[in-house]
């Protein structure tokens, strides 16, 4: 995780963090609190992602082309690394389709894992992952594997890629020395977060709340349909003082369950540009970017990967603390960035596939929070 102390230089004061955001806003009188008063557990961060895909090989190669490192390799298991200190950011086991299976959240202490269990009447078991810990595996209301696990081993840090001193203005930090940013795999440092659709969001959104401990950093809601709540979070974990990324999950309302992308930090925007070209060059799709997002500031630039599975390398994310209350704002496709290219289609997932027309279908019929104004909000937000 990417900590920094509420005393450190240039820091907000974090009651006035979102004044200077042009579109958020703070609660209205009754809106969801943004958390708990009592969650079982506050978790630390997320641990990895763990995914399956038919072939490993083909995995490994666009992982490494991506800037992951990896962490082990077997037959049936690959494990990805970021070069920070700490635990795999993914792991990918041998399956039959190429899927997203669960997160793993880190716990704070391994008590943690244990009072989790009690409470949801789960067994705790041993983890397999490099390293050791011992894990319980838990089920989100959306149907989501979500595991917590506390680690036995840390991975130790790998030299990563060091950022570019930049000139500005009067500040030369470069003299005498050429600008040459390698054209190469950009090289992850940690995973940041996952993005999940769900039909059930307020009922998901208690959960992690309640029993993970997590806090709310933004609310977005439907136009024109604030009274019915939010429909969308980015979500962070509670260290008190410390400050952590301003979303390690974020959830969203929608006809589909499951996972919409992962992100994962690298140093700077020359590595996201210069690890963009690299990948374009070896031609993979990018679904959209370069830009910078609103809601955790971030620099982003999102791709596929050889199944059509989102990620998303970033740099400079938003830190909060866990006194920065939750903004509020309509959510638009415009309102995902500051500056960038428009959202395109397949960011945005608006393509009419398939499984999408399944999905819409199903979620109209089913007992969820999905109905047709609401479908239809979600549409107009993909078009304003
Ligand atoms: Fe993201």
């Known amino acids: 995780m990417s900590e920094t102390h509420v005393d450190a230089v240039g820091v907000t004061d974090a009651r006035t963090a979102h004044q200077d955001l042009h579109s958020a806003q703070g609660a209205l009188r009754g809106e969801h609190p943004g958390r708990s008063r009592n969650p079982v557990v506050k978790v630390a961060d997320l641990a990895w992602l763990e995914f399956e895909k038919p072939d490993l090989d083909r995995a490994e190669v666009f992982a490494r082309d991506f800037g992951f490192g990896i962490a082990a390799r077997t037959e049936r298991e690959l494990w990805l690394r970021g070069t920070f200190a700490g635990s795999p950011c993914a792991v990918i086991r041998r399956g039959r389709t190429s899927r997203f299976i669960s997160p793993a959240f880190r716990a704070a202490e391994r008590a943690d894992v244990d009072r989790l269990a009690r409470a949801t009447g789960t067994a705790v078991r041993d983890a397999d992952v490099p390293g050791g810990g ?222 999408r027309v399944r999905d819409v279908v199903q979620a109209l019929r089913g007992d969820n929070e999905m109905d047709a104004s609401r479908l239809l909000g979600l549409l107009k937000a993909t078009n304003s």
Request: charged share 20%.
């Open 134 to 355: 011992r894990v319980v595996d838990l089920l989100d209301p959306s149907g989501t594997p979500v595991r917590v696990v506390h680690c036995g081993e840390e991975l130790p840090a790998l030299p990563g890629q060091q950022p570019l001193p930049l000139n500005s203005g009067t500040d030369h930090r470069r003299v005498n020395a050429t600008q040459r940013p390698p054209r190469e795999p950009s090289r992850i440092q940690r995973l940041g977060h996952v993005v999940l659709e769900t039909r059930v969001f307020a009922r998901s959104l208690d959960w992690y709340l309640d029993t993970l401990g997590m806090i709310v950093s933004d609310f977005l809601f439907l136009d024109g349909q604030r009274d019915r709540g939010p429909t969308m979070a980015f979500i962070r974990c509670d260290q008190g003082s410390v400050a952590v990324d301003h979303h390690t999950l974020a959830m969203h309302l929608g006809p589909g369950t499951g996972y919409v992308h992962s992100a994962y930090q690298v140093t700077d925007l020359d590595s996201i540009a210069a690890g963009g070209e690299y990948l374009r060059e070896r031609g993979y799709k990018r679904s959209w970017g370069i830009g910078r997002h609103i809601q955790g500031s971030q620099l982003f630039d999102y791709w596929r990967d050889p199944d059509h599975l989102m990620l998303e390398h970033f740099a400079d994310g938003d830190l909060f603390s866990c006194d920065v209350e939750p903004g509020w704002a309509p959510m638009s496709s415009s309102g995902l960035a500051q500056w960038g290219p428009p959202a395109t289609r397949d960011f945005l997932g608006a393509g009419p596939s398939p499984q």
